[in-house]
């Protein structure tokens, strides 16, 4: 009688090796795979650091660029600003400031030449609020030029003349500064702590000079 029952079928060598060591089998995969991963992973590492350290150091490179413009830039204002001075025989030459520049909250004197012994505008005039002096920040703002010769009786801002009578002034005339954009960034002061004559056409352009070769490189006030 013919036998059915289905006989099992020999196992080859790998299978029945696998089955009887696969545990040890996948550690030691483990083991060969472990090392080159962290060989790539120490190398991929290493490439960031690389590129972090070339970023830092661009980036450096730039800031370092930025402060060295803005060293060049303040310096030749500060030079325009002496040069108007002299010119005009002017006790005072400072730039009024916007400040910060997208909002325009307040507005401050930072840069000024002055008459050797005539006391500095920028120890009265800082962080003033917009608010309080929004009438004559508005003037400054939207006219080419202003001048004051009796302020009392032409400055109607109480604010912007408080501070004029406590830094002593008299005789002011004011270019606007603007920038690319035609938007306002400051205006030019010359200032007198007395009234004096002068010849108003050779003033104007000379001031008008320098407005033109400073408002563009305006270091901004933050």
Known sequence: MENNTP???????????WQKNKHTI??????????FYQIWTNFNQKEKDKMTDIKIEQ?????????????????????ALADVRNKLDADRCFIIQPHPPDRHHYVSVIIESNRPGV?????????VPMSDMGEFAKLMSTNMWLYFDDINAQVNDKKA??????????????????????????????????????EKVYAMEVIDNCANRIQYILPPIH
């Open 119 to 127: 006391s500095a505008v920028r120890d009265v005039f800082q962080n």
């Open 59 to 79: 980036l450096r490179i730039e800031n370092a660029e930025k402060q060295a413009m803005y060293n060049r830039n303040l310096a030749y204002i500060y030079g």
């Open 26 to 35: 996948i550690l030691a995969a483990i083991a060969i795979i472990v090392p």
């Open 161 to 198: 003349l408080s501070l004029m009578l406590i830094a002593g002034s008299m005789q002011i005339g004011i270019r606007q500064l603007t920038n690319s954009k035609n938007e306002w960034v400051g205006s030019l002061v010359v200032e007198n702590i007395q009234v004096k004559s002068f």
């Open 7 to 17: 006989q099992p079928q020999p196992q080859g060598f790998f299978e029945t090796t």
